[in-house]
């Protein structure tokens, strides 16, 4: 099919498919940055563009992201979220160098974090990976995120490969790999400062979070009002040394790197910071097709779409940890064997035209409520 025609049609079926979303129901008149975070300009935030230019589902990258099984992430691999109280205590977190326990490379003081701060991985919860002699093996750590939001200070504060020393909880001491504690200004753009991330966003960007999945039994349409987060496989991926006549060899725009051993590893064809999303001839609303979870899935995949942030062993959406078990895997399983193979890339995504020029398929996110 001629690239403007395809464009066309494109358009066309984004208009026909996302008309009874925007008037699905009324939004929030605001929006608590805690729940629902980052600016409505932010990436995260924006939806399609109705000059959106789709491949299809028999595209090279369609194809590509299919290869692989889909999985969501909801507990181990996945980023717990701490919401902390004006009156908790605070908590210690040396960055450290792999392997070495001390000095620690810098030392972080969070001022305020639950007594009960829930880390990644239920390994986590019981065991630490302090080994004696003064090492850490950051190995042994399930990815180890974490977020710790401050609602009073309106900032969340994410850490890499987060796991507390010999003491355990009691010592209100973390230690997490060097480079990867950042502050996020939940009011901001998301983008800055760099994540920890494979793609250097941020952990929250693309989380699928509980009350989100909770709102889908009643409200699929509104559920999960953002783009999402999504990992693919090495094999998948796209090896910087096969792409150096683009700008950005190995990945594209909101990416702004890979992993360290991607030029090593990588192996396919899907650059980090591809945008996927599903394909509007998608019938949501067909009965019997998808779940209730499955529902607010496909609306936030078509609407907004998802970024590939990071590697994975599948290909892999994340929520946040602690999310309804059986919800959680009625999503997953419509992931799997309805909505991916309907998925496919947006081919002219860029900061320029988030999700495609034009129009925009779903309203802006509304303002944030007023401190509190």
Sequence with gaps: MPR??????AAALLALATAETISASPAPATREPHLWPFAATSLWNTSLGRGAELGSTAHPLSVALRSRVGQLNAATFTTPVNIAAPDDPPLTIHEVEMGRW???ARTIVVPRAPADLLLAGDMLQSKTVYHP???????????????????????AIEAYKACWTADGPSSRTLVARKNTVRTFDLRGDGLEPR????????????????????RAATDPRNAIPHALALAIHNAQLLNPKADSAYPTPGYEWPARSFDNDGPINYSGAIRMGTHFVLHPDFDIERPGLLSPEGKALAYALRDYGAYVVDRSTYVSLYAEQGVDAPAAGRLKADWQT??????????????????GPGER????????????
């Design 4 to 9: 403007p025609l395809r464009i066309a049609l």
């Design 133 to 155: 002699g003064g090492h850490i093996a950051f190995s042994n750590v399930p990815d180890g995120f974490l977020a710790i939001i401050d609602r009073q200070a309106g900032t």
């Design 361 to 372: 398929v779903r309203p802006a996110a509304p303002p944030f409520a007023a401190p509190r």
């Design 338 to 355: 309805k909505l991916l193979p309907h998925t496919v890339p947006v081919l002219n995504n860029s900061a320029a035209a988030v999700g």
């Design 195 to 214: 994540g920890a991330r494979a793609s250097g966003l941020s952990f929250l960007g693309g989380l699928i979070r509980r009350h989100e999945l909770e």
């Design 102 to 104: 001390s000095p620690p």
